[in-house]
């Protein structure tokens, strides 16, 4: 395989980059700290950069990249990107985790080596608990003088072994571990606890660090400002003194997680801490400039000394960008709604999947009051949100399962997919391990594929697409595949259970997708989301980005209760915000509540109004 010498390496997939991104992609002798707005590319970056290194090789065989991202779809995202660019053995050098998949990963692989009493069994559970069993644990266990809140943080922060015998909040961690591990039939594991699981691990054995850091010398950080304490203490208790160089980028302004313990400090942490060189980016490849003027209004209350970003990306719609569209009632307002999108599909503007509506909480209130009004104007509305069996619609999309049969599936519904057929040969080559240098394995692929292709095709022809035969397509796709290959391929399906709850979740979706199909490509259009309008709360909508962003609700009763003195509030306000490429809109109800003061203020600087929208057969401001 040959390789590119530094100096002639392009980006790929986009035709510049400005400036400071190509010293942050050059630095690879010293670890960078990128620092950008929302839609600075700082996620593309990563990904060029990724296959920057790769090519030239400046990550070599046997080396790997180790990529890490707080949500499945980014760290889905940017495997993706990195596989279009570059040849399966070299894109099969960068994993992509997001944390918990990462510190799960190393549990399952390195079990064994887990010091005893911590040690969990193959089949141990994870769980997310909720405020109220770790009240309920306070309770049988009778502490006094630590609630559940404190309970929870101080089990993601104290390390392993920790001793029963201390201060009352270690004495309730000690006993929380002993009673996941002994008073129910599975042990049940946390995500927090599992991270505690694998700095105790890598402090204890260091066999299996040396082997880490032999393993990756360069690492990714997305979306570091959501960074928590734990996390970077695993990060250090894994690297700290080895060579490594990292790679990490962030947006201090896109801070949301303080509740979930972020540290506040998390870019100085880094930068002192791993000697980093801080570079920051000012373009906006995402939104037009009139967009930019707005966010850039909302940026400077959460920072006053921002600065403003430069707008890459051409204005595409006459009239508003950005208003409060205010309504009477609930259901004038629902019905304004599809006629506005019925409207701009017709007109040619947008399809159905470029418009989000955002909800602050309770996605399934919202869809039963939107429904009814999409249907009857012929579209489609979709709750990412909502579960199918034990996992949200958003998350079934993005694993690797999903990604896999999908393109299998698609294959065999249509007659002519030559993406779809590249891809596909892409996952085979990484499932088998095939070197792209090794002509008769790829030959052999190539031909196992057609053959099954050709198979598919014949039986999707005499399968109806009808619920029922989601077993029958999906799982012919499956079998060509090999259960045991993914699981062994992928670390997240190591466990039969974690497989299995996939699995489900994507029979579960197809079959619902099959009941009013009229063929096989529409039933996968519907299970992708084609032609539907996504509907998703806030916080699911981070990395995402909508060509029109619907904020629904501007009202005290949902999800308007931010309150503009809690920056991390005004964080995810401005995180929704600046998802929009081209318009964002908000809603705001009379007939539900008072509108947010605070709101309307912050957006009136920009020129943001309120708009009476009447009866959905125009606008009509009032000034
Ligand atoms: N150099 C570039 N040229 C053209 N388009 C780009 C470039 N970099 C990024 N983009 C596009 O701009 C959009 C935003 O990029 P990306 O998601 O990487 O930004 P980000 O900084 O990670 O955003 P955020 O923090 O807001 O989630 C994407 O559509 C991406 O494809």
Redesign the pocket.
């Known amino acids: 395989m040959s390789l590119l010498r530094p100096d002639e390496w392009e ?1 790929q ?6 400036p400071r ?1 190509w010293a942050a992609l050059r630095q690879t002798a010293q670890s960078v700290l990128v620092t ?13 950069k990724a296959t920057y290194l790769l090519q030239t090789g400046l990550c070599s065989t046997p080396k790997r990249i180790l990529a890490i991202s707080f949500k499945r779809d980014a760290a889905y ?1 940017l495997a993706e990107r990195v596989a279009k660019r570059c040849p399966a053995e070299q894109a099969r050098r960068f994993d992509s985790y997001t944390f918990d998949a990462f510190s799960k990963s190393l549990v399952d692989r390195f079990r064994a080596a887990i010091p005893e009493p911590y040690r969990p069994p193959a089949n141990y559970r994870i769980v997310m608990p909720r405020r109220l069993e770790y009240e309920y644990f306070l309770d049988t266990y009778n502490i006094r003088g630590v609630n559940a809140q404190q309970l929870e943080r101080a089990i993601a922060r104290i390390q392993l072994p920790v001793a029963d015998n201390g201060p009352e909040l270690q004495r309730a961690v000690a006993l929380y571990w002993q009673s996941q591990y002994n008073d129910y039939t599975y042990v049940s594991l946390s995500f927090p606890m599992l991270n505690r699981l694998v700095e105790l691990l890598l402090r204890e054995n260091p066999e299996i660090l040396k082997a880490l850091r032999l393993t990756y010398s360069i690492v990714f950080l ?2 570091f400002q959501d960074t928590t304490f734990s996390q970077f203490q695993l990060l250090r208790t894994a690297f700290d003194g080895s060579d490594a160089i990292f790679t990490a ?3 201090d302004k ?1 801070r949301i997680m303080v509740w979930a313990g972020a540290m506040p400090d998390a870019f100085d942490q880094f930068e002192r801490q791993f000697g980093a060189k801080r570079i920051s ?1 000012v ?4 939104s037009h400039e009139d967009l930019v003027r707005i966010q850039h209004v909302i940026a400077t209350r959460i920072d006053s000394t921002v600065e403003e970003p430069e707008a ?2 051409e204005r595409l719609v006459d009239g508003d960008v950005a208003a409060i569209w205010e309504f009477a009632g609930e259901n004038e307002e629902s019905n304004c709604l599809a006629q506005w999108i019925e409207r701009e599909v017709q007109a040619e503007n947008i399809e159905q999947h470029d418009v989000a509506i955002l909800v602050r909480m309770r996605a399934d209130v919202v869809e039963s009051q939107l429904s009814p009004a999409f249907e009857a104007h012929g579209l489609r509305l979709r709750n990412v949100a909502r579960n199918v069996g034990d996992i949200a619609i958003q998350d079934l999309l993005s694993e690797d399962l999903t990604q896999i049969l999908m393109r299998l599936l698609r294959l065999g519904a249509t007659e002519k997919s030559p993406e779809n057929w590249n891809a596909a040969l892409r996952d085979l080559q990484f499932l088998e391990a095939v070197n792209s240098s090794d002509e008769a394995g790829l030959r052999r692929l190539q031909q196992r594929l057609e053959k099954f292709v050709r198979k598919f095709r014949r039986k999707l022809r005499s399968l109806d697409p009808i619920p029922n035969s989601e077993t029958g397509s999906a799982g012919a796709a499956l079998d060509f595949v090999g259960t045991q290959v993914l699981r062994r391929a992928f670390p997240a399906y190591q466990r039969q259970t974690d497989f299995d709850r996939i699995w489900k979740g994507f029979l579960l979706l197809l079959r619902e997708c099959l009941e009013d199909a009229e063929t096989w490509s529409d039933a996968l259009d519907k299970f992708e989301g084609l032609n539907h309008t996504a509907l998703m709360t806030i916080h699911k909508s ?4 909508f060509h029109t962003i619907i904020f629904y609700g501007l009202d005290n009763q949902t999800w308007w209760s931010l309150r503009p003195d809690r920056m991390e509030e005004l964080n995810s306000f401005f ?1 929704a915000f ?2 929009a ?1 081209q318009r964002g809109f908000f809603t705001l109800c009379n007939e539900r509540g008072q509108p947010v003061v605070w709101i309307e203020n912050l957006l009136a600087p920009a020129g943001v109004r309120r708009i009476d929208f009447c009866g959905g057969s125009g606008v009509k401001s009032v000034d």
């Open positions: 980006p997939g986009v035709t510049e980059l400005e991104a950008a707005g929302a839609g600075a590319g700082k996620t593309e970056f990563l990904a060029q995202n997305d979306e980028v962030g947006d896109q980016l373009s906006n490849w995402r890459r990306v981070k990395g995402l980005e995180v600046t998802r490429k």
